[in-house]
């Protein structure tokens, strides 16, 4: 059921978006409105399902890992699609898993250590589904760049990227903590992480601190059910003839310029560049693709689309940095 909200509601999940942990005082100054009302609002929002939780966006590519994505297309067979999706969602090293109809049914995003290990991963996978997996295509994320929900509240974003910087951070017992407990709801208080940690808040603060100057830890975010506002999610995978380094930075420019296209994700795969459209139906979508295509029409060879019917994120509860 769709459910309608006003632009206070709008401009309250933005700020939330973009920074979960912000106070309710702050948050009460930016939108002109006391810190009880900031609070009965938010607490709507949750109860009518439209805010799930805050969360934290890790970045375990900085703690050493690759990130490796594959998309199934997949026979019709209700039942093993359901014990598929039991099996990948129970594994700890599954950062996403997209089920749409489209291009494609299933999308995976894993974080592995090693190309053997995707390896292994995707033989596995491959023979314990053999008779429902028709067709499958690979790629290596490169980055994903993003910016702010501006078609809540307008607002100049420039782009934020993630997992393009391959380092291999060790981190100790406490911060993998915090970040569990962060990941977990991302505005818990310090005091309580530092209570059921045992050490102090001067720890804590300082750690967290820490993995942010590390871009470990890359936002404090908000998980938003935008089906709820009428919103529908959007793959796009576009197939380039050519596309040299001024025509990229055009490129990025004019996508950073639609307010509904959020992510851009680099790899290399069978496509270029795979975006990420969060608009209000397939009319919508189909308008902002055909200016996209009619914009760059000597670089674009190939669109393929799908639409998200279901996400996970981290579905195991299991970090890969545990």
């Not at 969602?89 to 053997?116: H, M, Q």
């Not at 290990?117 to 490169?142: C, R, T």
Request: positive net charge.
């Amino acid at each position: 059921m769709r459910i309608e909200i006003d632009d206070i509601d709008k401009r309250i999940i933005y700020e939330l978006d973009r920074n979960s942990r912000i106070s309710e005082v702050a948050l009460a100054k930016k939108i002109g409105k006391s810190k009880e009302a900031v609070r009965y609002r938010i607490g709507k929002l949750k109860d009518k399902g439209v805010i799930l939780g805050f969360t934290t966006w890790i970045d375990p590519v900085s703690l050493g890992y690759s990130t490796v994505k594959m998309y199934l297309q997949l026979a019709n067979i209700p039942s093993k699609r359901k014990e598929l999706i039991a099996h990948v969602t129970s594994d700890k090293r599954l950062f996403w898993l997209g089920i749409a109809e489209g291009a494609w049914n299933a999308g995976l995003t894993y974080f592995v250590k090693s190309p053997e290990e995707f390896f292994e991963l995707k033989n596995s996978l491959f023979s314990k589904y053999k008779d429902l997996i028709l067709e499958s295509k690979i790629g290596n994320v490169v980055s994903v760049s993003y910016h702010d929900k501006t078609f809540l509240f307008k607002e100049n974003a420039e782009w934020t990227s993630m997992f393009d910087k391959h380092v291999a951070i060790e981190l100790d017992k406490v911060s993998k903590g915090i970040l569990r407990k962060l990941f977990k709801n991302a505005r818990e208080n310090i005091a309580t992480i530092a209570h059921e940690m045992g050490v102090s808040v001067d720890i804590v603060r300082g750690r967290m601190r820490k993995l942010e100057e590390q871009e470990i830890i890359k936002r404090y975010t908000t998980h938003v059910d935008y089906s709820k506002l009428g919103y529908e999610l959007y793959k796009t995978f576009l197939y380039f003839r050519c596309l040299s380094s001024a025509e990229l930075e055009r490129f990025m420019e004019y996508v950073r310029k639609d307010q509904n296209i959020i992510h851009v994700i680099k790899q290399i795969s069978p496509w270029d560049m795979e975006l990420e459209i969060l608009c209000k139906g397939f009319g919508e979508y189909n308008l902002i693709v055909s200016k996209l295509t009619e914009e760059f029409s000597k670089n674009i060879n190939k669109v393929e689309s799908a639409v998200i019917i279901e996400e996970y994120i981290f579905p195991a509860e299991k970090m890969v940095f545990e």
